[in-house]
């Protein structure tokens, strides 16, 4: 069993920047695939960003690319978000996933196909 507890959302201006963190608890997170999804009011859970296990290859929605960073540090068992250059549609809560032994392309994979969720964390965005 798998524990994903998110911290780090707030009330940013459009622009702004915030990084997220997701600790995990167990010790084989390093064995795990994990990732950044969004869900914006009235609307489906949204894959984002992603990192491999093993190797830390990476993966990003388009609407993200070149603004969101994921990275992940198996030692203190944490992924974290850096998300930069905000936009108001950036607004949503956003979750964090794990999946065990997977690679970074998790843009066709559906809720379903997700081990472990985090309860989430606020992101909003103002003009």
């Known amino acids: 069993q798998v524990q994903l507890v998110e911290s780090g959302g707030g009330l940013v201006q459009a622009g702004g920047s915030l990084r997220l963190s997701c600790v995990a608890s167990g010790r084989t997170f390093s064995m795990y695939a994990m990732g950044w999804f969004r869900q914006a009011p009235g609307k489906e859970r949204e894959f984002e960003a992603a990192i491999s296990w093993g190797e830390g290859t990476t993966d990003y929605a388009d609407s993200v690319q070149g603004r969101f960073t994921i990275s992940r540090d198996n030692a203190k068992n944490t992924v974290n978000l850096q998300m930069n250059s905000l936009k108001p549609e950036d607004t949503a809560v956003y979750y964090c996933?794990?999946?065990?032994?997977?690679?970074?392309?998790?843009?066709?994979?559906?809720?379903?196909?997700?081990?472990?969720w985090g309860k989430g964390t606020l992101v909003t965005v103002s003009l």
């Open positions: 996933a794990a999946r065990y032994r997977y690679g970074s392309s998790w843009f066709h994979l559906g809720t379903g196909d997700i081990d472990y």
